[in-house]
């Protein structure tokens, strides 16, 4: 396990590393953002001393280098539109985004399992037909649009739910969220279900499919011939053999939620980590954008190390040395 855990850290290093050089020249290739933070009536003299202020009258490599020895040291740069530390900024939107992720997977979750293994269970009936086509629509149908209509029925044509922001918050152990008053509740609803739905598809294909296979086996029907019931088959048999795929997806899946929140967050002006990216862009604000995708990059790193020991702990045939 240490081994592995060591072997995981060099690996992630590398990929950082990787990450940051890709970004950093992508970012340094498009545009220059003097040219956004400045009016339009600056002089030359106040263009050149804010390019010297910003460190834009360096070389790339020199700007590189400058980066990643201030990254080494917990610095990932100062942002050139809010003047405080990038890191700074994400930390402040990060939770904003893990509450909308993790409620969007916990609907996945609580939605899409039961509803697959009970498809799983009755193939060919008219609950599994209508199962898989709701699954299929929600594979095929946009994200945006999923919001905008989520929007247009619920909040405009019922007036049930507010259409954006994040609404009032309130404190659960020490941790400010939105869970802790009803308004913030009420503000979640909708861009955490336009979040889930797409992943309520995937595990109802990803359950269903899992049932099947694991049902003609020959330990369900050695079960069966001992007389245990239905329930307990499925419950202590069938959940513990299609508990390990169902982990390792979902903990990818997280991964992918939290860094592809950005159009959810946009349609419902969520003030998260995906708000705060796009605007980022659109200024041109390079320090921001490279710590969000080196940000985003090691949570993707830490998910898939926790999912590899999870997958280990429910399957003991799997040897987390093999698998790395």
């Not at 899992?210 to 088959?233: C, H, N, S, W, Y």
Request: hydrophobic share 55%; aromatic share 8%; charged share 15%.
């Amino acid at each position: 396990m240490v081994l592995f855990i060591v072997r995981r850290a060099l690996q992630a290093g590398l990929v950082l590393l990787a990450v940051s050089l890709v970004v950093f020249v992508g970012l340094y290739a498009v545009g220059d953002p003097a040219d956004i933070l400045l009016p339009d009536d600056a002089t030359a003299a106040e263009r050149q001393a804010a390019v010297v202020a910003l460190g834009l009258d360096r070389p790339i490599w020199a700007q590189y280098g400058i980066f990643l020895a201030n990254a080494l040291q917990g610095d990932l740069g100062t942002s050139f539109v809010y003047n405080i530390p990038s890191i700074s900024l994400i930390v402040q939107r990060m939770p904003a985004t893990l509450e909308l992720a993790l409620c969007a997977m916990l609907i996945a979750l609580v939605v899409g399992v039961p509803l697959g293994l009970y498809a799983g269970l009755r193939p060919g009936s008219r609950a599994d037909s209508a199962i898989v086509t709701g699954s299929i629509l929600g594979f095929s149908l946009p994200n945006f649009w999923q919001g905008l209509m989520l929007i247009l029925v619920f909040s405009i044509f019922l007036g049930w739910l507010p259409s954006s922001g994040r609404g009032e918050t309130g404190t659960i152990l020490g941790v400010e969220t939105s869970l802790a008053t009803w308004d913030g509740i009420r503000h979640l609803i909708l861009p955490a279900t336009n979040l889930a739905l797409f992943k309520v598809a995937l595990m109802i294909r990803l359950t269903r499919a899992q049932v099947r296979e694991t049902m003609p086996l020959d330990f369900v029907r050695f079960a069966r011939a001992k007389g245990l019931g239905d329930g307990r088959i499925v419950g202590l048999h069938v959940g513990k053999t299609i508990a390990a795929p169902i982990v390792t997806v979902l903990g990818m899946e997280l991964g992918s939620v939290i860094a592809f929140a950005v159009i959810t967050e946009s349609i419902f002006a969520w003030p998260g980590m995906g708000k705060l990216i796009i605007d980022s862009i659109n200024n041109l604000d390079r320090p921001v954008v490279a710590a969000y995708l080196l940000v985003v990059t090691f949570l993707f790193i830490v998910i898939n190390l926790v999912v590899d020991v999870l997958y280990s702990l429910l399957d003991p045939r799997v040897r987390l040395g093999r698998r790395a």
